[in-house]
Structure formats: C-alpha cells, structure tokens
C-alpha cells in the first residue's frame, strides 16, 4: 500500500480514533472518520479524562511500556493543540502516609524530592501544608477537551471526511481497509475486553489556584487534582472494576470530595459543576492491543491511558500499513 492510494476508513472518533486518524492522514492517506455522534461530548470516555501526560508517575503501577510511550504523548500533543501544560506533577502525601510517598519514589524514576520550601515555591497555595513530596518536572498535561476539539479542527483542515453513522467496522472491511477504535463499545466483538469504572468531578473554586496536576497519595484511594484554567479543577481517580452505570457511586463521592478538602480546606466551598461516570477500555494487564484480521484493524484496550498512549499506538497502526512493521503491541493470537 502507497500513501499516494491508501484509503482508510476509522471508526470511533475519540482520542484513540482521533490519534489514528491524524496518523495515517499524515503519511498520505485519504482518511474517513466514522462516528454516531457529530462532535466529541460526554458520550465518549475520553471526555471525562484527567488529561495528565504523566509517563513517569504511572510507573508506579503502570507496565513498562506506559512510561516509555508516554513519553511520546506530551511533544505529539503540543504540535496539535494550544492546550499543553509543561509545568510538571507533584506528588504529596499527608504526614502520617509519609510511607507512601516513599513507595511511590521507590516505583517510579524522573522525579526529584522537594521539601516544605519547594512545594511552597511550586505551588504557594500548598504552603505549609505539606512537608515533603515528589516533583516530576518533565510531565506535562492539557485540557481533553480543547485538545480533542483541536484534533477533530485540525483533521477537517487538512482533508479529513467525518461521517456521522451507527457503523460496523466488518461492513467497512469488507469493502476496504478498516481501523476499530470504538473503545469499550467494541465489547460485541473482543471478546477479552473489560470494564473499568472511571468517575470524576469538575469543581469550581476561585479560592484555590494551581498550575499542575497534584497526586495525593493514601494507601486506600489515591487521588488527583488537574488544573483547567479559569479556577476550574478536575478531580478523579477511583477505577472500579465492571461496566460503569449512570450514576457515581457515595464511596467515590465521599472519597474525592475528602481528598479535595485534605488536600486545601478551601475546597469545601467549591461548586460541583460536572460529575462525570464512565467505562474505560481494558484488557487484563491494561495494556493496548492492535489486532488484525484481514482489512480490518482494532485498536483498542487504552485504559486509563487515552491521551497518554494514543499517540504511540496510533504511529505503530500506520507504520503497520504503511510499511507492514509489526506493532510492539500487536496481539496475533485473537483476530
């Protein structure tokens, strides 16, 4: 196949199929996006992401792999979006976990310790607060959003078609190639994927201001805070295994309104603006999965590594049609 002839169909018009779509569009091909709905909403997971590029603090639980792709995700996204943060996480513990922030140092590589003055220095909100912590100056995050808004624009520039349609990427195969990236709505056809429970909120508080991704730590439920401008925080972190219902859970909301609060008393006068629930793709070691059957290509098993990965896996589809190499994340046991 030649860039000059190559078309491709992708279905799934989030980040997954968005990445892959700006992939193969980029070494020549004439690309169809596929999609039920017009434009990125709340109906897709990735809309509900923390948008963190934070390879090296998922180390700590994370397989290899994450932490070197990832590596890829923060350049990739700022070459397509006026939304990335390059200041950096901070991870913080409260005194009496103090344990955890030396396991999580343990796990993970690239960060170096602050103390009380530092974490000052890096957040002035936070002084006092905290004695110690883990700054990760090489990560970087951005606004899922804006960033998905940016990809879809920048697609619609540059010659890509949108379709809206309820498609079945086999009808697609059959008449050329096809590239499945509809996430945890291709459970009918992977048979291995799974569900994991994802469930956030967005806050309003004017009284607090940040300029990174915060991880507070606690051996139960640890948790984070994401910035997005204009005194707006996301908050999440709870992953619950099983299909994801329409309502956040009280443990979860209890749990990361805590956090929020241990985290600067001044958030229990935040708004509530958004509580958001949803379903992330999963394969059993959480790592993606490119399968091919014929024409007709999955991506798929993202995780809770959407903006993240993407980007890797989506170069790894187009270096497998364009230049047939295997993908590191290839799965040739299951079409």
């Known amino acids: 196949m030649t860039p000059n002839t190559a078309s491709v169909t992708v279905i799934g018009a989030g980040v997954a199929g968005l990445c892959t779509a700006r992939a193969l569009l980029d070494r ?70 103090r344990a955890e922030l030396a396991r999580f140092a343990k796990r993970t590589t690239g960060h170096s310790t602050v103390d009380q003055n530092a974490i000052a220095a890096l957040e002035p909100d936070l002084a006092g607060r905290f004695t110690s912590g883990l700054y990760f100056a090489q990560e970087a995050h951005l606004s899922p959003r804006t960033a998905l808004a940016d990809l879809r624009a920048g697609l619609v520039a540059d010659g890509c078609t949108f379709q809206i349609a309820d498609a079945r990427p086999e009808d697609h195969a059959a008449r050329g190639l096809a590239i499945d990236c509809r996430g945890f709505a291709a459970r009918d056809a992977i048979a291995d994927l799974r569900g994991v429970k994802g469930e956030m909120l967005i806050l309003s508080c004017p009284d607090v201001s940040l300029s990174r991704p ?69 394969f059993a070691d959480n790592l993606p999965r490119i399968r091919r059957n014929g024409n007709l290509i999955r991506l798929n098993g993202l995780f809770r590594h959407g903006f993240l990965l993407a980007p890797a896996a989506a170069r790894m589809v187009a270096d497998l049609i364009f230049d047939n190499q295997m993908p590191e994340v290839m799965d040739e046991t299951a079409a």
């Open 28 to 97: 020549g091909a004439q690309v169809t996006v596929i999609d039920r709905h017009a434009a990125p909403g709340p109906h897709a997971c990735s809309w509900w992401a923390g948008g963190m590029l934070a390879p090296f603090c998922e180390g700590e639980s994370a397989e290899e792999p994450v932490v070197r792709l990832g590596q890829e995700a923060a350049d990739w996204w700022a070459r397509r979006t006026g939304s990335v943060q390059r200041c950096g996480s901070l991870v913080i513990s409260p005194a009496r976990d």
């Open 214 to 282: 915060i991880r507070l730590l606690h051996p139960r439920a640890p948790l984070y805070i994401v910035p997005r401008g204009d005194s707006i925080f996301m908050l999440g972190a709870t992953m619950i295994e099983g299909r994801a219902g329409p309502h956040i859970t009280a443990r979860a909301l209890l749990q990361l309104l805590s956090a929020a609060y241990a985290l600067h008393p001044a958030f229990a006068e935040a708004e509530v603006i958004e509580v958001g629930v949803d379903s992330r793709p999963a």
